[in-house]
């Protein structure tokens, strides 16, 4: 029997399957009762799949996050955060850009920042790796465009692209780790990661840095009581967007009698859903930033409670592009047309800055053509690029173009002036021979009237 033509994964694989079995089975399998059990199997299996349908399967994203999640030291200890890159396969890594924020609540912190350390990272301790910023105020000062660089709460720590040795992913390894001291205050300090940008060099002629798509978990200290607390990260996008599921996870939670288990997590999305356990999934339907509240109790009846504000964006990706000619020169004035598989004509144009960038914003997520043309392109093929909800795609082009022959030069204003100069010599020229005539004039006059 041939079943050509079927997906391996579908119903109908299936059903083609236990039909190739039930041939190559014995004649005892044909008697009426097992025809009307196969009958049966094959009509459970032919009926439709009337289960909602997902746009995509889930797509794996690099992590950066804080490691472990929750901390409970006494006073007047001290505790290390490790800040670690969890890198997918298919992707690689050479630099980063981490800032976490500690400083809450105020005025009284609950801990404070000592020392960073940059040992065992996941480049190496080459002398190349270099940091190129290191901000730990009041410990470490730092002169950053970024006010938050100097004040109390923050560390900002990041090493170029173009220093570390390129990784590659599966890995999951130590970016730099955070020594804090624990100040003589009862109280939680979430650990914030505020931002994380991993990216590497490029690849290809045209190389240019490159951001991968990365999501956040952060943790928290606390020396009182219960503490509730949460992480969420998007099952499908790099960031929260309308639309699409995310992950809750309250199993950070813990009270400070470590015997006593959390038993109960309650949930508040902030937009009219409630949900219990320490996972939940949750969908946000609109943009927008919402409030979410747990609530757990332990198993003494110790209560504990956290509430977060989660921004949630549209459904919608963007497109960086780098425009090169074949030298790697930026190509100013490029027009970039963008195509999807349901237009046939370009549904937007835009041409390229005196960087040979251009940005197309609000995209939907799917799979798009770029079509390139201008007074000095003079071939190119088409690029295709992938847009994700809630990312920034970045890439760069090299395209053949004419090079422009230089300019001719302009010599109107020197032959203007030279005709001017000349002309001035010549009346001046004549004017000399006149008064020299008159003067000869003169001369022979006086003579014949000294004859006389």
Not at 92 to 116: H, I, M, W
Not at 374 to 392: D, F, M, Q, R, Y
Request: with cysteine; glycine share 8%.
């Amino acid at each position: 029997m041939e079943c050509l033509g079927i997906n391996q994964y579908s119903t109908a694989s299936f059903i083609c399957h236990e039909r190739e079995v039930m041939g190559r089975r014995s004649v005892e399998f044909l008697k009426p009762r097992w025809v009307l059990a196969a009958c049966l199997l094959l009509l459970v299996f032919s009926v439709p799949h009337l289960s909602p349908v997902r746009a995509a399967s889930a797509q794996p994203f690099s992590i950066v996050y804080l490691s472990p999640v929750s901390y409970n030291v006494t006073s007047g200890s001290s505790f290390i955060v490790n800040v670690m890159l969890n890198l997918t396969a298919g992707q690689s890594a050479s630099g980063f850009n981490v800032k976490l924020n500690y400083g809450n609540p105020q005025p009284d912190p609950v801990v404070r920042a000592e020392n960073v350390s940059y040992s065992g990272n996941i480049f190496g301790d080459a002398s190349s790796n270099f940091v190129s910023t290191e901000c730990v105020p009041p410990i470490i000062n730092c002169q950053t465009a970024d006010p938050t660089d100097a004040e109390f709460g923050w560390v900002h720590f990041s090493a170029l692209p173009e220093s570390g040795n390129p990784v590659n992913g599966p890995l999951s390894k130590l970016l730099f780790s955070v020594a804090f001291y624990v100040e003589n205050v009862r109280n939680s300090s979430l650990i914030h990661i505020e931002t994380a940008d991993v990216a590497n060099v490029g690849s290809g002629p045209f190389a240019t840095t490159q951001f991968i798509p990365i999501v956040k978990e952060d943790a928290i200290f606390s020396n009182s009581g219960v503490t509730a607390f949460f992480n969420y990260l998007p099952t499908d996008t790099p960031s929260v967007v309308a639309g699409h599921r995310n992950s809750f996870d309250a199993s950070g939670s813990f009270a400070n009698n470590s015997s006593a288990a959390i038993t109960s997590y309650s949930w508040n999305f902030g937009d009219t859903s409630t949900g219990s356990g320490p996972i939940y999934p949750h969908t946000f339907w609109s943009p927008g930033t919402y409030g979410v509240t747990l609530n757990v109790t332990d198993v003494n009846g110790g209560k504990g409670s956290i509430h977060r504000m989660v921004t949630v964006g549209p459904a919608l990706g963007a497109l960086l592009l780098a425009i090169f000619s074949l030298q790697k020169v930026p190509q100013l004035g490029v027009l970039v047309r963008i195509f999807n598989s349901s237009n046939v004509l370009p549904f937007e144009n835009a041409t390229t800055d005196s960087n040979g960038q251009v940005a197309f914003n609000n995209l939907s997520p799917g799979v798009y053509t770029l079509a390139f043309s201008g007074p000095t392109v003079k071939h190119s093929n088409n690029a295709t690029e992938t847009i994700l909800a809630g990312w920034t795609t970045q890439d760069s082009v090299g395209l053949e173009v004419d090079t422009p022959p230089p300019p001719v030069p302009w010599y109107g204003d020197i032959v203007f002036l030279g005709g001017l100069g000349g002309a001035v010599a010549i009346f001046g020229f004549g004017l000399f021979l006149r008064r020299r005539s008159m003067r000869q004039k003169l001369r022979a006059k006086r003579a014949s009237l000294k004859k006389k």
